[in-house]
């Protein structure tokens, strides 16, 4: 792949500090409804990218405009009285870009917010009550995923309020005469008698109905919401509407509204998400939002997800001669493809499980993800790569990917070499939700979930840390199937310093520092030495144990080994910083001493310590080393051309990362 990859979308949200607790309840919502769950790392949700942009204080802007990286780039700015009436802020939101591919959408959090000129001129308000207004979340998810999908998903991109109707989500309303009538005009109903009947366009068919041109037509360019009552199952022209809507490959959502018992559920409702709803008849306003969020953000997600395919497939991530999927493929669909000489199928990420893919294999049709390939099971055995992963502290205003991201991708390239057999190893961490967890829970599912997998992690722990006996018991034992510990001893030149009884250690004076700087150390190198590659992501820059940040030294090592080293920039922390000095040659203040000793307390008498042994820190030639690091050698030496490489540190999207990643990996 070279640098012609676009991502199809990117959404960016912008609010004032001040502001945040209005805010951030309707963007956690959001995120959870528009990213992946990092807790259901196989669920099959939306993963469009998101960034966020804030400030630490009232006075001060971000350090930066959203960028113009996607296809279709939207902007919610959330305006209020802080970002009209602060002249900073009012100028900063007054000059948003704004583009034929960037499309900002103002959110109004007071009556104050409608009062910005500037990019923001004659740009309809989405209105949101106060944090306490009931369902405003449900709201939030309904109105702001509607843009998404004017802005983001549609071919059409309506001028004006007036062509929002063309661009309108349109929903076929599927139901049984009998027994699910009455939902079906109440979701109806609140539809036509809010604003949001200028999100959606409904249809209901009554049974019976004969489908003629018209209503096929109307199937095949909606969202079909399937009324899933005790009857509707049994009912001949419902079944037909599933049909139809499985035939011209639509979104469709089923609510699930049983009172009593479906003696058969009509296996054309599956494979597609499901609402469940308690009691039809008193079915309430909170309900119907869970429904039309639902069938919004399925919407989004179907279409989102075939513009994705669609760039892959121009890019040569996959091959040119395989249909393109939004779902799973379903046993019809693989038969249609299989009669019109297609053998191959590619649907999103994340795959389903072998033993429910195992069909397709008697019906000689090749089914897969972008990153996830059967045929490729085994091609990373030879391969051993250290994963240097860890957070960083959360500022929007400089970097504007959420914590969670850093998270899915961790769990995406676990998911991805352990099933092509590489060797994962990784050093320490052994926190509830720390990043070997969810890199062990990821080898834990692979190993039941995918054949003639066997997935192995190498958890490096350096002395003391397992002298914990009954946590690291615990941990071992937790993960004896898919993990091999290794604990490395104390350096000798520490040794005779160390107590004797083999009790735990704390850090919590300078020489106790010291001695954790020294085997940790020790630990870095001998695992960096067994290993044949190395990925680098994020890396906090204060609070940690050893003589430097923790991935800033595994990246030198590696640098020193001449090994292949992946480094991921755009998630920011260490990483970032080294991107930044091997890109720009220019020295970010967080990788020189006088920074590290202002920013962590101790710091200076751990340097003191370690100084006369020859095991400080030594931050020049920190910098004159990764200076010596040109973007052309650590390309050749990593499997990728010079613009790859680039692209692989600046790219704040999962999917590309790791497909580069891969792709060097099976090339070195």
């Excluded at 942009?53 to 296809?71: R, T």
């Excluded at 999100?199 to 399937?226: K, M, V, W």
């Excluded at 920074?595 to 095991?615: C, D, I, M, V």
Aim: charged share 25%; glycine share 4%; aromatic share 10%.
């Amino acid at each position: 792949m070279g640098t012609g990859y676009i991502q199809p979308l990117a959404v960016n949200f912008v609010w004032h500090p001040s502001d945040l607790e209005i805010v951030e309840p309707i963007l956690n919502v959001i995120r959870i409804s528009f990213a992946r769950d990092k807790h259901k790392p196989f669920s099959r949700g939306l993963n469009i990218p998101l960034f966020f942009y804030s400030s630490k204080s009232s006075q001060e802007v971000p350090s930066n405009y959203p960028a113009d990286i996607a296809k279709r780039n939207i902007i919610f700015v959330f305006t209020s009285k802080n970002t009209v009436g602060r002249i900073e802020w009012r100028s900063y939101v007054e000059t948003l870009p704004k583009s034929d591919s960037i499309n900002i959408v103002p959110v109004a959090i007071d009556s104050h917010g409608f009062n910005h000129e500037g990019t923001l001129s004659n740009l309809q308000c989405i209105r949101f009550k106060g944090k306490h207004s009931k369902n405003n979340n449900l709201s939030a998810v309904v109105f702001l995923a509607h843009e998404i999908y004017r802005f983001g998903c549609n071919t059409l991109q309506p001028e004006d309020e007036d062509c929002g109707k063309r661009s309108s989500i349109k929903l076929f309303i599927s139901h049984s005469k009998s027994d699910g009538r009455k939902i079906s005009k109440k979701i109806k109903n609140y539809i036509d008698d809010t604003n949001m009947n200028r999100f959606f366009d409904t249809y209901e068919i009554s049974p019976g109905y004969r489908f003629n041109h018209e209503i096929e037509h109307h199937i095949q360019n909606s969202t079909l919401l399937a009324i899933e009552s005790d009857t509707y199952s049994s009912r001949y022209w419902c079944q037909n509407e599933l049909l139809l809507s499985k035939k011209y490959n639509r979104p469709v959502i089923v609510v699930n509204c049983l009172k009593d018992y479906e003696d058969r559920i009509f296996p054309d409702a599956s494979n597609v998400p499901c609402v469940h709803i308690s009691d039809a008849k008193k079915i309430s306003k909170k309900d119907i939002l869970r429904i039309l969020s639902a069938a919004i953000i399925e919407t989004v997600r179907y279409n989102y997800s075939i513009h994705c395919l669609e760039a892959y497939k121009n890019e040569g991530w996959i091959d040119e001669d395989c249909e393109l999927s939004a779902r799973p493929p379903e046993i019809r669909q693989v038969i249609s493809c299989k009669k019109n000489g297609v053998k191959k199928i590619c649907y999103p990420e994340p795959p389903v499980y072998f033993i429910e893919s195992q069909w397709q294999n008697d019906l000689e049709v090749q089914t897969f993800t972008p990153l996830w390939n059967s045929d490729e099971n085994g091609r990373l055995s030879d391969k051993r790569v250290g994963i240097s992963i860890s957070d960083v502290p959360r500022d929007y205003n400089l970097n504007h990917i959420h914590s969670d991201q850093i998270v899915r991708l961790a769990q995406d390239f676990a998911r991805h070499l352990l099933v092509q057999s590489a060797t994962l190893i990784y050093g320490g961490d052994l926190r509830p939700g720390g990043f070997t967890e969810f890199i062990l829970d990821e080898a834990k599912i692979l190993k039941e979930r995918v054949s003639e997998v066997n997935p192995v992690v190498e958890n490096h722990l350096a002395w003391p840390l397992y002298q914990s006996d009954k946590e690291i018991t615990d941990w071992r034992a937790r993960y004896i199937d898919v993990m091999n510990t290794f604990d490395h001893k104390i350096p000798n030149d520490v040794r005779d310093k160390v107590p004797e009884n083999g009790v735990f250690l704390n850090p919590d004076t300078p020489w106790n520092s010291y001695i954790w700087s020294r085997c940790l150390s020790e630990m870095r190198e001998k695992s960096i030495n067994s290993s044949t590659a190395r990925i680098c992501v994020g890396g906090k820059l204060v609070g940690y144990k050893g003589k430097m940040p923790g991935v800033l030294e595994e990246i030198l090592l590696t640098f020193k080994a001449q090994k292949p080293i992946y480094l991921l920039g755009a998630y920011g922390g260490v990483v970032g910083d080294v991107c930044k000095l091997v890109l720009n040659r220019e020295e970010p203040e967080t990788l020189t001493e006088t920074w590290q000793l202002e920013h962590n307390n101790g710091y200076s008498e751990l340097q003191e310590l370690a100084r006369p042994h020859g095991h400080n820190c030594d931050y020049v030639e920190v910098k004159e080393t990764i200076l010596k690091q040109s973007v052309s050698e650590l390309a050749s030496r990593s499997g990728l051309d010079k613009d790859e490489y680039k692209r692989l540190m600046k790219s704040p999207f999962v999917d590309e990362c790791v497909y580069l990643t891969l792709k060097g990996l099976k090339k070195i």
